[in-house]
Nanobody, 123 residues
Framework: DVQLVESGGGSVQAGGPLRLSCVAS????????MGWFRQAPGQGREGVAS???????DYAGSLKGRFIISKDNAKKTLYLQMNSLKPEDTAMYFC??????????????????WGQGTQVTVS
């Protein structure tokens, strides 16, 4: 079974940074698309960023420049570096993976596997 376990969430002051991690197991991590999503209270889940098996990245337009997605294939770990955080970034952040090499998009339907999420609170 594919397992994705997020960590690194917490409370942070506005303007500060935070880095999320997601450790993957149960599949050939380096060959597949991975991504980050978030869900604020009372809102739908939205795509944040994705990364292809070869490292090509894509971002939600409003977040590009503040958030950086990366991965360490040797550690089977996906990262999301978040900078200049704002209160509106408060959400549960989810790691996601798909069974294809190139990400199809940043919609929920584009990903097959999900982690349980890690909470980020910005005040």
């Amino acid at each position: 079974d594919v397992q994705l376990v997020e960590s690194g969430g917490g409370s942070v002051q506005a303007g500060g940074p935070l880095r999320l991690s997601c450790v993957a197991s149960g599949y050939t991590y380096r060959r597949h698309c991975m991504g980050w999503f978030r869900q604020a209270p009372g809102q739908g889940r939205e795509g944040v960023a994705s990364i292809d098996f070869d490292g090509k990245t894509d971002y939600a337009g409003s977040l590009k420049g503040r958030f950086i997605i990366s991965k360490d294939n040797a550690k089977k770990t996906l990262y999301l570096q978040m900078n200049s955080l704002k209160p509106e970034d408060t959400a549960m952040y989810f790691c996601a993976a798909d069974g294809v090499r190139y990400c199809r998009g940043l919609s929920i339907s584009d990903f097959a596997y999900w982690g349980q999420g890690t909470q980020v609170t910005v005040s």
